[in-house]
């Protein structure tokens, strides 16, 4: 059964607070042995690599055989049925359309001191994106990670997806195919990670990798984080569906099954002020479990990190919202943008009844890579920034160097840092001496 | 004697790598320790934060008087003296005015599906700065975090700064009130890290860190990452000065020596086509240093970390600082802006012979907190941006949701996902019976 909360009980404030408190995520400590694998690969590079597939993937390779050939490409996407091509493809589009409209301006402008001043954005040279093998291999996640890099502007885009036996996903392919990936490298777990970060003879290092893993990629990714840029380490993820009681109680149980569904420790939350509301979504989303193929791992998600919070009123759905900062807001109400207008944190919000969180999976547009576990509160999902960086810029003239110079001077001195102060004094000093060049 | 290398030698791409490949960071363990003084002041709060601050830094605080109160920053800041304050003050603005234009917009629009897409930008509610205490308590770094916070609408800002035997730095406490800052916590450390992530009875929680720290309070702020977000763990910084030759070396030499001075683990490097140059700076900066009262660091510097690399040509030079991605990028050269547009990576350019790089330190308006040891390949300095998130908004029309929803009900069977998939069957099935609402 899942949690029932109402705020209006004397022991809501505790108990809510016990409910944000519980932890979701496995503490699978895979740290050590992952360090040993990176040092295995950054001093044996490609023929570690090798061993480790070898060992887990059962898979021979050779440096030859790392990654996909085009004719291999080709061959398994001529497998995919027209009909997942063809959403495959308006995937594609819809998610490139919205990430273009990220890509962020230059800008640069005299300031009345006559300071020249500004910034410059310009993208990551290389970008490696970490797909997972088996149940978790998303062709939509490929989508999502390869297209904000290549419209960032990318200039080579990698791809490391294990194939245990030697199994390929077509759609993995198809989908790189369409994001317009360089190269697929048949690897995968901490040694892929090690791989993209260090470089092999046949594997060039990147400098950021993206993308969900499992605790051994998770751990790896955290190792090399800093000698090349990462995304954020997923935690599990949630949705929370605030509601007025006027929309179907079948779509909202299954809005919080298309939760659900995804692993055991996924969390799926309704916020409703409608008591009656409330105790018909939790009959339909017992109805609707008993027939879903996974019916074990979203059961066990409802079962135990489920909940059903009962609200005086909107405004109070939108504050339990914000002390919960879901990577998933769903608002199912008759005006959603004023409900919108006083959430505060939220990784996603999907407006109005006619919008499932699963659009927002696959076709809507924006990234489905987003802030997990109240991380919502201080960071933002992926999009084309993740794979740009921005230079600052600065051109003083003499007269520039003139009027603020001399400011800068005082401070150095008043934090001792003399070389500072000396190496505008040099300057000053030389007008002073001889008229404006 | 610093490194010399030269790009025609048959050698200089060994010798090159194994310049890149240097470490300046010093492995300064304290992760075991910091782990207990985290659980500590999570479990016994306030009670742990006096114990450390007594033990430490030789003060005795109580709940009340761990922040300072308004009438003790009045009375501190009376003693700086008017031109620090003036000196300040105009950095402040400076500041100030470049951050206020990167503020983020926010975007909504239609597209051809009937589908409402978007973003909207919100800021963190609560950010924590640290300032550290002693050598390193730079009234700079105060105004370089806080101020993009509160240009970013940050609400609750508070420092943590450690006062060693009650000692307390006005021009700290200055700095703070000039940004903005609502709350000065005379607390420094691991302890300090841990009560802004955990909270205690007198301090509440934050959702940011950021500010620079020692060896405890860069291993604490690894530690709460994910909890609460953090900046960038700063490493050694440096700068590359690209020079034409025809810059005068004394300021050259004072502009490397600038960066020297920090601390030892800086690096100063200087390229230019014109050998010449190189051994006039060279010469110039053995003169400065025989001056320099902080002579021992920027000498140890200089003589450890320090390089000239004399080039063919300055497009080779744009291409050796691209390898290295310096934290500071001074191009003296006649047309700096041309030498620019050729380099992909670097935290901050500062372009001209008039444009020192103390400059950008104190009153330039560019943020000083930057990518350090080539993180600047996939990072950028401290902005606006840091102290806001990005939340995504869809808004489906049932005609957009008719239009895109097979799609994703097809993605959704195809990764196994069954009730993404019926989410979307469902108001489709209803779209059928009845006419759109």
């Known amino acids: 059964m899942p949690t029932f909360l109402d705020t209006s009980a004397d ?61 291999e490409i080709d061959a398994a996407i001529a497998e995919v049925p027209a009909a997942e091509v063809e959403a495959l493809a308006l995937a594609a589009a819809r998610i490139r359309a919205y990430h ?9 402008w005299t300031d009345p001191a006559g300071a020249e001043l500004g910034w410059r954005w310009t993208p990551v040279s290389a970008a490696g994106l970490y797909v997972p093998g088996g149940l978790a ?58 791989a993209l970060a260090y470089g092999t003879r046949s594997i060039a290092a990147v400098d950021k990798i993206t993308g969900p893993g499992n605790a051994f990629v998770a751990a790896a990714k955290r190792r090399v984080f800093g000698r090349v840029g990462i995304d954020m380490i997923a935690g599990p993820s949630e949705i929370l569906v605030i509601a007025d009681g006027d929309t179907d109680p079948d779509w909202v149980a299954l809005d919080l099954l298309s939760q659900a569904e995804h692993d055991e420790s996924a969390q799926a939350i309704l916020v409703t002020p409608d008591r009656g509301f409330a105790t018909a979504v939790a009959a339909a989303v017992e109805r609707r479990l008993e027939t879903l193929e996974r019916r074990a791992i979203a059961g066990a998600s409802w079962r135990d990190f489920g909940a059903i919070i009962t609200v005086a009123d909107l405004a109070e759905a939108a504050a339990i919202s914000d002390r919960i900062a879901p990577e998933h807001l769903e608002i199912c109400t008759a005006d959603p943008d004023a409900v919108a207008a006083t959430i505060r944190h939220a990784g996603a919000i999907f407006l109005g009844a006619w919008t499932p969180e699963a659009i927002g999976d ?6 489905h890579v987003l802030p ?32 603020i110079g001399p400011a800068a001077e005082t401070l150095a001195t008043s934090e001792s840092l003399q070389a500072h102060g000396l190496s505008v004094r040099a300057r000053l000093d030389r007008l002073n001496r001889e008229p404006a060049p």
């Open 362 to 367: 696959y076709v809507g547009g924006p990234n």
């Open 11 to 71: 022991d809501f404030p505790t108990r809510f607070r016990e409910f944000l408190a519980t932890r979701r995520d496995v503490e699978d400590d895979a740290d050590a042995a992952v360090a040993g694998i990176l040092a295995d690969v950054a001093t044996r590079g490609d023929a570690a690599v090798i061993e480790y597939t070898a060992r887990w993937d059962r898979l021979t390779l050779t440096p030859e055989s790392l990654a996909f050939t085009a004719a």
């Open 100 to 108: 273009e409209r990220q890509l962020p301006e230059d800008l640069r």
């Open 372 to 403: 997990t576990s109240g991380s919502a509160r201080f960071s933002s999902g992926l999009s084309v920034l993740d794979f740009m960086k921005r230079t600052t810029l600065a051109r003083m003239t003499p007269g520039a160097l003139a009027a």
């Open 137 to 194: 291999s998303y062709p939509s996640s490929v989508l999502m990670n390869a297209i904000p890099a290549r419209v960032a502007g990318v200039e080579r885009l990698v791809i490391c997806a294990p194939t245990p036996d030697g199994k390929a996903n077509p759609l993995v392919l198809l989908a790189a195919r369409l994001a317009g990936v360089d190269t697929v490298y048949r690897i995968g777990g901490a040694q892929a990670i090690a």
